[in-house]
């Protein structure tokens, strides 16, 4: 039977409005817009289609002329995995960016060939593998994922099942990226099954350094145009940064008034005595009259005489382009979960100096650093 209907539907990122038909024809489905443009069809199968069918479970079937299944929508996953759906190796599922947009989000689940994989932004923030609540039953190869009420299972190739997990979302709702926005400060309820959210920052986890001073603290991040702010813990001298795009920081209880936290200043009309100033290429630039008196050079770039408006003087450095490329780079090739796998001293030295080429940095070994600590 060849049917036509009227549905309200949205795939992916091409939205369709509830002007829009959905058809089902001998060559399967076809959806258009509410202009008759095309948006979104099957795959060609390599039979015509006789029936469509959606079975109790939400599985969506074009069933052939003997009533062979030539394509369902459970081999097609987006968003979601219900009970009875198997979601083969390989595959993943891609959240929405929100309730009312259906796009493709920066949340992701993968299931590869041992493990699975939460993501936010091709960032791993949580693994089967270190949830203490999998229970691993058997050393089969993963074929596929499926799950019921209350548990998710990983099965094999005969049909057993390889890793059971208890369903209970994340132990810790912190853990989860964004969960409290942009420098959001995230405190966990146990009694509830939200987070608490503050602007508040008072922790984070991982010190950039230790042993030093206030200082040296506020020195290091305003050498560092990616820093925003930084922490200082009195008691240990640790020094913690707020860098880029920041989701969770988690709270801990403390009932002292050890650390301090101050923010960059960035904006003319907003600064925190005690902080150094930063200045724009442009102010530099006069303040140097176009980098016109060099005092000396060394540190890949010449260093110049300048007069601030208040008739302080300022030292300015500039550094080439390409020299700070050069170092980017070869950063970015330094920094390793495991510090052995990077280059040795020769060669970093050989590389800043010219003498051998600087590698392409492989931005894959970097994602542990998103979420590093947690």
């Not at 799950?147 to 132990?171: C, H, K, R, W």
């Amino acid at each position: 039977m060849v049917a036509s209907y009227t549905l309200e539907m949205e795939h992916s990122n091409a939205p369709v409005s509830s002007s829009g038909k959905i058809s089902l024809t001998v060559d399967g489905i076809l959806i258009m817009d509410q202009d008759g443009n095309f948006k979104w069809s099957i795959p060609r199968l390599q039979s015509l289609v006789s029936s469509l069918q959606l079975t109790e479970n939400g599985n969506l079937v074009l069933l052939g002329r003997f009533n062979g299944i030539l394509w369902e929508s459970f081999s097609c996953p987006t968003d979601t995995i219900v009970i009875g759906q198997k979601l083969p190796v390989g595959t993943l599922l891609s959240s929405a960016v929100s309730r009312g947009d259906l796009s493709i989000g920066s949340y992701r689940l993968t299931l590869g060939a041992s493990d699975i994989l939460l993501q936010w932004k091709n960032k791993t923030y949580w693994k089967l593998s270190m949830d203490t609540n999998a229970f691993t039953d058997s050393n089969y190869a993963v074929e596929y994922m499926a799950v019921n009420q209350t548990d998710l299972y990983l099965f094999g190739d005969n049909g057993s099942a390889v890793v059971i997990l208890e369903l209970m979302g994340p132990v810790d709702k912190c853990q989860i990226p964004f969960i409290c926005g942009r420098l959001g400060l995230c405190s966990d309820a146990a009694a509830s099954d939200n987070p608490v959210c503050s602007v508040h920052l008072t922790s984070i986890l991982v010190p950039v350094k230790s042993g030093v001073n206030l200082s040296v603290c506020q020195d290091l991040c305003s050498g560092n145009c990616s820093c925003l702010g930084i922490f200082y813990e009195n008691s240990s001298g640790s020094y913690y940064a707020l860098q880029y795009e920041l989701g969770s920081v988690m709270s801990i209880t403390r009932s002292d008034d050890d650390r301090f936290a101050f923010i960059k200043r960035d904006l003319e009309a907003f600064s925190i005595p005690g902080l150094p100033i930063r200045f724009d290429y442009v102010e530099l630039e006069v303040a140097t009259d176009n980098f016109k008196t060099q005092t000396g050079a060394g540190g890949f770039g010449a260093v110049y005489k300048g007069t601030l408006p208040d008739n302080s003087l300022v030292a300015v450095k500039k550094i080439a382009n390409c020299r700070v490329e050069k170092m980017v780079r070869m950063a970015l090739c330094c920094v390793r979960e495991e510090p052995p796998l990077g280059p040795n001293m020769v060669n970093v030295v050989s590389i800043l100096e010219g003498e051998i080429p600087i590698v392409q940095p492989r931005l894959e070994s970097l994602n542990f650093l998103h979420f590093y600590g947690r």
